[in-house]
Structure formats: structure tokens, C-alpha cells
């Protein structure tokens, strides 16, 4: 065949032989003053985009259960899979008609915590505590200090000591503290993973349609690697029995929550292949090839801060990630 406009580039080089995107929020645009998750969104209209240029470009698309025998397949196109983290309605309300009309399939990553209502979001809550309040109190071991947060810049880098703290230590203990002083400025940090993310019912009606399919993502939405052995493996053990309780079937794919480096452990790959997953995710960037490994997948933003189909296109092609590794 001819090299048509339609015809797919070779992803070359590096010897991709596909994308996995990683997407959050699917929502209209709605401008705030400060918006330290905004590159956890995007709007409907860029996804309808990016699918339509992933199209123009050749790209075939798959499920991500469908991912290993892509990869072993003789198929000389690329492939495309699109998966969506911690189960968000608007995942329901505004993912899943552009996902529809293009007869694109997705996988929904569901932590079991914000299904039953037991664990919050602690960067939405964070977000909101300090869009409502300029200053706050907050003991982060050494005795409580008053944290001062009026411009965008002062609130951006008390987000980003705040988000340091959970990281450094007892990840529940710190959210838990967090969610105490959300709550003195009358911010219920409960009531925001309600609003944000789908109940087992929620799911079930995202499951009906043949597109949608759910993976897990723990309970508690915790760095596993910081975990121990022991407890990483219930967590993920229980986030597929939560899985398999609302789908009736057990989940074949696993994302690690956060998915970089420090959240993730070789060990945490061996855990997540002997309870079973066929796949899990990372968020570390990149392309798929022929002898990536299973449990270590890289996947692709769709960054909030840059919805641009020309950015989806040069992202697939994984040339990006070859430049930044030469």
C-alpha cells in the first residue's frame, strides 16, 4: 500500500509498537484562581480531538486487557489504549459518550476507598482548602505552624510541602491530619470524594456500555512501594475482590497508584504477577514495545496544560522519550 495521509509513521528508533494514554478528570473547563491539579484534566472536547487525530495518524485501538496478545500479534499498526485513574463521575457523565461515538474502548483504574466511601482525595481536598483560606495552621512534626498562602505562588508551594509531607511518611496519618484541618475551615474532605468519584452503582451503570471496563487501584490509594510486603498485597488483593464485587468478574489489570518511581518497586511488579493481573500501569512516560514488561507498563499524559491533538501525535510516537533519553 501507498504511504497515504491515513497511513500510520512507524513509531521507529525505539521500537514502539504502541501508546497507552492516562487520563483523570474528563470535564468543561470551568476557570478557578488557583488550580494545582489542572494537568489531571482535561475537557470532552480534547479527548474527541486527540481520539480523531490518534485516528488521522493510523493508529488502531484496543482494550488494555487486549494489550498482550497485541504485542505478540503480527499487526504492523500501532496501537492505542486509553485508561482513566481513580474513577471520577465525570468519567460516567463525559468520557464515556466520546469514547461511545468513536467505538474507542477504555479501562476505568478504581480505588476501592473512594467507592465505599472510607478514604479521600487528598489533592482535592488540599485544593480546596487553600482556594478557601489564605492561612491555616498545620503541624508537620515539629510543633504546629501558621502557613501563610495569599498569593498563587505562596498557596503552589504550600501544595507542594504539603504533598511532600504525605509522601515522606505515614501516608494515612498524614491524610488524616490534613483532612482535620480541611475540616476547621468547613472543608469536608469526605464529602468531595462523594461529589468526585462514582459509588459501586456509578460503576455498574459506566460498565454497561461494551466499552468500559474497570482495573484496580488499591483501597486506600497509597504509594505501594512504601508499603509493607505484606500490606501491599492486601491492598491490592482487596482492591480486586472490590473490582470483582461490583463487575462479577475479577479484574486482569492493575494500575499502581501515583505510578512513578518512588511509588513503585520491582517488588511491587512480582506482587502485582502472582495475584494474577495480566497488565499493570505506571505513570512513567513512554511508549510500549515488543519486550516491555507487563507489570511495568509507561503510559502517556494527556496533560491538562497541553490539549493540542499535534502534542498526541508527537507523544504516540514516542520520539519525545528517545530525545529526553539520548
Keep these: 500500500m501507498g504511504k497515504g495521509p491515513n497511513r500510520a509513521r512507524p513509531m521507529g528508533g525505539g521500537g514502539g509498537r504502541g501508546a497507552l494514554f492516562t487520563l483523570h478528570h474528563v470535564r468543561p473547563r ?22 480523531a487525530r490518534l485516528k488521522r495518524d493510523g493508529y488502531r485501538f484496543i482494550a488494555l486487557d487486549e494489550l498482550p496478545a497485541a504485542l505478540a500479534g503480527k499487526d504492523g499498526a500501532p496501537f492505542a489504549c486509553f485508561t482513566l485513574d481513580d474513577g471520577y463521575r465525570n468519567n460516567l457523565d463525559h468520557a464515556l459518550p466520546v469514547f461511545e461515538r468513536h467505538g474507542v474502548p477504555f ?16 489533592w482535592e481536598t488540599l485544593a480546596d482548602l487553600l482556594s478557601a483560606t489564605s492561612r491555616f495552621q498545620f503541624n508537620f512534626g515539629s510543633g504546629v505552624e501558621v502557613l501563610e498562602a495569599k498569593s498563587a505562588a505562596d498557596k503552589q508551594a504550600v501544595f507542594g510541602r504539603m504533598a511532600g509531607y504525605i509522601h515522606s511518611r505515614d501516608e494515612s496519618s498524614a491524610v488524616a491530619a490534613l483532612d482535620a484541618t480541611a475540616l ?143
Excluded: C
Design 107 to 122: 479501562t476505568v483504574f478504581v480505588t476501592g476507598g473512594f467507592v465505599d466511601r472510607t478514604h479521600t482525595l487528598w
Design 184 to 326: 476547621e475551615h468547613g472543608i469536608d474532605a469526605a464529602a468531595i470524594a462523594k461529589a468526585l468519584t462514582l459509588d459501586g452503582a456509578g460503576l455498574r451503570r459506566l460498565i454497561e456500555s461494551p466499552f468500559a471496563s474497570l482495573g484496580a487501584h488499591t483501597i486506600s490509594h497509597r504509594a505501594i512501594a512504601r508499603l509493607s510486603e505484606d500490606h501491599a498485597a492486601q491492598e491490592i488483593e482487596a482492591s480486586a475482590a472490590r473490582i470483582e464485587a461490583i463487575a462479577g468478574k475479577r479484574p486482569r489489570s492493575f494500575a499502581y497508584p501515583y505510578g512513578d518511581r518512588p511509588a513503585v518497586s520491582p517488588r511491587d511488579h512480582r506482587l502485582v504477577a502472582d495475584l494474577g493481573f495480566t497488565v499493570a500501569v505506571t505513570t512513567m512516560p513512554g511508549t510500549v514495545a515488543a519486550a516491555t514488561p507487563l507489570h511495568a507498563l509507561p503510559r502517556i499524559s494527556l496533560n491538562g496544560h497541553f490539549q493540542r491533538p499535534r502534542y498526541v501525535s508527537a507523544l504516540a510516537s514516542g520520539i519525545p522519550f528517545r530525545l529526553a533519553r539520548s
Design 30 to 51: 470551568v476557570a478557578r484562581a488557583f488550580e494545582p491539579n489542572a494537568h489531571l484534566e482535561i475537557t470532552p472536547e480534547f479527548l474527541d480531538a486527540a481520539i
